[in-house]
């Protein structure tokens, strides 16, 4: 009987898509796959990047509080943590806001190789968008589907029901990826679908999981994940 996993160790995944550690490592540190790590009852804040006119960006937390789950690592400290064998850390990434970072004690924590995830979510990304699976994957859904309002659409086996305003905003995302833009302006998206709000957060709030969809990159550009 095969459990359902919301993380996979390093091992299972470099067994199911049949490659080297060397080959995984390489994606990692190049920000083509998110490694995660598990962490219980650490005091993190979770929160987006903003912009003042004068694009200065500063941080906007919008929640504080004991975490338990996964917090995605930037590539550059991957990169650091397989040539010295761990890393001290106090800031990750996570799919549900900008960025997250560490608020009490301690003030860093110590990863090491032995700690590394991937999401399913990730892993269900990365074979959407590459067409790799391995020989263990099995059939794989399509990268991104859209009905003709765009207010029906499933992107790397998520599917999200969309208001109109949502649905131009992916719309609009689509036809740039289409251009080979992929990275827009939020603001810029956001005004032209008509929303009163310019932050995408707001526009998104009611999809829980709308970071599936839409990646930030965190100084006010987005797209949709994996196109």
């Known amino acids: 009987?095969?459990?359902?996993?919301?993380?996979?160790?390093?091992?299972?995944?470099?067994?199911?898509?049949?490659?080297?550690?060397?080959?995984?490592?390489?994606?990692?540190?190049?920000?083509?796959?998110?490694?995660?790590?598990?962490?219980?009852?650490?005091?993190v804040e979770l929160g987006d990047y903003e912009e003042t006119p004068e694009r200065e960006r500063f941080s906007v937390p919008f929640e504080r509080g004991p975490f338990n789950g996964l917090l995605d690592l930037h590539a550059h400290d991957v990169f650091q943590l397989f040539r010295h064998g761990e890393v001290k850390l106090s800031r990750f990434r996570s799919h549900k806001a900008d960025y997250a970072c560490l608020t009490g004690e301690p003030e860093h924590i110590t990863v090491r190789q032995r700690d590394l995830f991937?999401?399913?979510?990730?892993?269900?990304?990365?074979?959407?968008?590459?067409?790799?699976?391995?020989?263990?994957?099995?059939?794989?859904?399509?990268?991104?589907?859209?009905?003709?309002?765009?207010?029906?659409?499933?992107?790397?086996?998520?599917?999200?029901?969309?208001?109109?305003?949502?649905?131009?905003?992916?719309?609009?995302?689509?036809?740039?990826?289409?251009?080979?833009?992929?990275?827009?302006?939020?603001?810029?998206?956001?005004?032209?679908?008509g929303s009163r709000s310019l932050k995408m957060s707001d526009v998104f709030k009611s999809k829980k999981n709308w970071r599936l969809l839409i990646e930030s990159d965190g100084r006010g550009a987005y797209r949709l994940l994996g196109l």
């Open 1 to 43: 009987m095969e459990i359902e996993k919301s993380y996979f160790t390093l091992p299972e995944i470099l067994e199911r898509w049949s490659m080297s550690e060397a080959d995984l490592v390489y994606l990692a540190e190049n920000d083509q796959l998110r490694l995660s790590i598990r962490v219980f009852n650490l005091a």
């Open 118 to 193: 991937l999401r399913r979510d990730e892993r269900g990304r990365f074979e959407a968008e590459t067409g790799f699976a391995g020989a263990a994957a099995g059939p794989r859904p399509g990268a991104f589907h859209a009905s003709a309002d765009y207010q029906d659409v499933r992107c790397n086996g998520q599917h999200f029901r969309l208001g109109a305003i949502q649905a131009q905003v992916v719309r609009a995302l689509h036809d740039a990826a289409g251009r080979g833009e992929p990275w827009q302006s939020g603001k810029a998206i956001l005004a032209a679908a």
